[in-house]
């Protein structure tokens, strides 16, 4: 342990207390925001202190969207959203595992030219392919639709590398004990490596429901369709930029609502998370 | 129960042989232990009989019926790993009902045969604990109790011993050793050690580079090891080994440092004038008493006190080869003595000193 003085103490809190105020200022500033009339807000006189008209805000948010620029209901955005961030994080994990598998216990030819070839995709995120996968994704007919929005995003070399490498980590006696009890390499995957991977596989679950959540230039360029909107670009569509007022207390109001599903898997699944990162159960 | 058969049984990586042939019947019913050093091809030689690793030439049989391309879950073996190789997930119960499940026996029968073999291994408090929470030997009897209940033909150990410390392994050996003899199951054991193989083994299988270079009773092993090899890897601590030649009337052995080692009779008068090891371990060599000639004068420069034994290391005339010897554990000796030894004929071995085989007596 460094010496402790009492001037330093203070110095260090101090710069956590910045840091506190920079992280959390903007999100309570909008959680306030979201509680006041659109006129308090556009006239910059709503403070520091909760407004009163919470339930009207979010009621209008979640139903009707903003009034100034039509935009799509906050309810049907978070659907959207869910259902995208849902498929990528269980395709993206149900194909990496399964390639990992193959990689790892399966002797094929081009066994290591396939597994370079996914190492490689790592270098390849959405924004540099995304003229090619905009126009293929546009020949199969996919745009504005969920497979659209999530298929692009679910092919992902860090998975399949993290179950990889976690793979490796399985003695090797246990697949042979497994032959020996007459599993297959399916039974083994099922009985044995699927839920030897379950604190993995939440792990990545957090980390992808959260990256799907917060996509905002796929789905900017795929949906043309104001009903498909994401709520992430939801928002954006809200804020004008000419001609009308933007409807702040919805934009704000909006902006909680898409707070809130990435908060709600983050703490429900962070005993698991945590382990995943942590537990090596062998 | 079953007999399992190797015929000339050989295994290569690549171009690289590891296996060089090895033949063996071991019987219905027998504890056979594989022993040898790292890297000498047992766990090879037992993963094939498992069907772990593919054969690449000879035949190996289980019960009469050559298993070469039979999967290891239809070669009605079961194998118990150093590591356990338990599924960290599933219970105890799990663990060993898992296999008869995927065979499709009935709840009722996986559940009677599961309950039986939990009775034998002592774990029925222990079904629903999961692998993690059990101690080694704990853990060690769940992969045995996993083994018996497949009811298989033929059991394999591979190194089941090591990682439990060295009470724990002591105890284990015991247990091991009733089981078998109980079910009369054909077994067969991998060990690098050799005390676990003696006190096991209704007959071991010295192996060595790849070869089998002696097969037999462990006491047989003891007193006639076939070879150099073996005669030091057999026996601890290990035999002590004298460079020398027969004499010219074959009635003793001349060794290089100038000292002459009497033989019984005249066994080896054909073999005069030839260049041999001198085997004798150290439990053999006698202090001088009255009446027998000194073989060696041994200047005494480490003294190890084991209790029931001591173990002097020294080298003869203070110069010469290095020897040990095992006294009695009330012998007071001191480093810097010297001590006079005689080498019983009856307790010799030797060795030709070219090829290191055994010369018949």
């Not at chain 1, 203070?10 to 710069?15: P, V």
């Not at chain 2, 290990?238 to 290089?256: P, T």
């Amino acid at each position: 342990m460094v010496e402790r003085r009492p001037f330093s103490n203070l110095l260090a809190h101090l710069i956590l207390w910045a840091g506190i105020i920079v992280v959390v200022f903007p999100v309570y500033y909008t959680l306030i925001a979201s509680t006041h009339n659109p006129r308090d807000i556009f006239n910059g006189e709503i403070g520091f202190l909760p407004g009163g008209v919470p339930t009207e805000n979010y009621k209008a948010a979640l139903f009707a969207g903003a009034k100034q620029v039509k935009t799509t209901p906050a309810t049907v955005m978070m659907l959207n959203s869910l259902a995208m961030a849902l498929m990528i994080a269980v395709g993206k994990i149900a194909i990496s595992i399964i390639s990992a598998y193959a990689v790892v216990y399966f002797n094929f030819f081009g066994r290591m030219f396939a597994f370079w070839t996914i190492f490689v995709t790592l270098m390849l995120p959405v924004e540099v392919r995304i003229y090619p996968t905009y126009k293929v994704v546009a020949d199969l007919g996919l745009l504005n639709s969920y497979w659209g929005l999530s298929v692009p995003l679910i092919a992902s070399a860090t998975a399949t590398l993290l179950f990889r490498q976690f793979f490796m980590t399985i003695p090797d006696e246990l697949v042979e004990a497994s032959k020996i009890d007459g599993a297959g390499p399916m039974r083994f995957f099922w009985d044995t490596v699927v839920p030897l991977s379950r604190t993995n596989m939440a792990a990545l679950f957090v980390i992808l429901f959260i990256y799907g959540w917060n996509q905002y230039l796929w789905p900017l360029l795929i949906t043309t369709d104001a009903t498909m909107d994401t709520i992430i670009v939801g928002i954006r569509r809200q804020i004008v930029t000419s001609d009308a007022n933007t409807d702040w207390h919805i934009v704000m109001a909006t902006a909680v609502l898409a707070m809130l599903p990435p908060v709600a898997v983050v703490v429900f699944m962070q005993r698991l998370f945590v382990k995943g990162l942590v537990e090596t159960e062998k | 129960m079953a007999e399992v058969g190797l015929k000339n049984v050989k295994k290569s990586y690549g171009g690289m042989q590891v296996i060089h042939g090895i033949d063996c019947a071991i019987k219905d019913g027998e504890f056979m232990v594989l022993v040898g050093p790292s890297g000498c091809g047992k766990s090879t030689l037992l993963r094939m009989i498992a069907g772990l690793e593919e054969i690449s030439a000879g035949e190996i049989s289980i019960d009469g019926r050559v298993v070469n391309d039979v999967e290891p879950k239809d070669r009605d073996i079961a194998m118990v790993f150093q590591n356990y190789a338990l599924y960290p997930h599933m219970s105890v119960y799990d663990n060993m009902a898992y296999g008869l499940r995927i065979r499709g026996l009935s709840k009722a029968e996986i559940d009677e045969r599961v309950n039986k073999a939990a009775g034998i291994l002592q774990l029925q408090e222990l079904l629903q604990r999961k692998p993690r929470q059990l101690s080694g030997g704990q853990r060690q009897r769940v992969a045995m109790g996993r083994a018996i209940v497949r009811d298989p033909k033929v059991f394999l150990f591979d190194e089941p011993l090591s990682n439990l410390d060295a009470k724990l392994r002591v105890q284990m050996r015991v247990e091991i050793k009733q089981l078998q003899n109980r079910l009369g199951t054909t077994a067969v054991y991998v060990t690098h050690d050799q005390v676990e193989a003696m006190t096991l083994a209704d007959r071991l299988v010295v192996m060595n580079a790849g070869v089998a270079e002696q097969i037999g009773a462990p006491l047989e092993v003891y007193a006639k090891p076939a070879s150099l090899f073996v005669a030091g890897f057999i026996g601890s601590p290990a035999m002590n080994f004298l460079a020398g030649k027969i004499s010219g009337d074959g009635r003793a052995v001349e060794l290089a440092g100038g000292a002459r080692v009497a033989l019984a009779d005249g066994r080896f008068a054909s073999s005069a004038g030839r260049k041999v090891t001198l085997g004798v371990r150290p439990e053999h060599l006698v202090q001088d008493g009255a009446g027998t000639a000194a073989h060696f004068q041994l200047a005494i420069e480490l003294v190890e006190t084991l209790g029931a034994d001591t173990l002097l290391h020294g080298r003869i005339d203070g110069k010469g080869d290095g020897l040990i010897v095992r006294v009695d554990g009330a012998t007071m000796v001191k480093s810097g003595q010297t001590l006079a030894l005689h080498a019983p004929p009856g307790a010799l071995h030797l060795f030709d000193g070219e090829t290191g085989k055994r010369l018949s007596d």
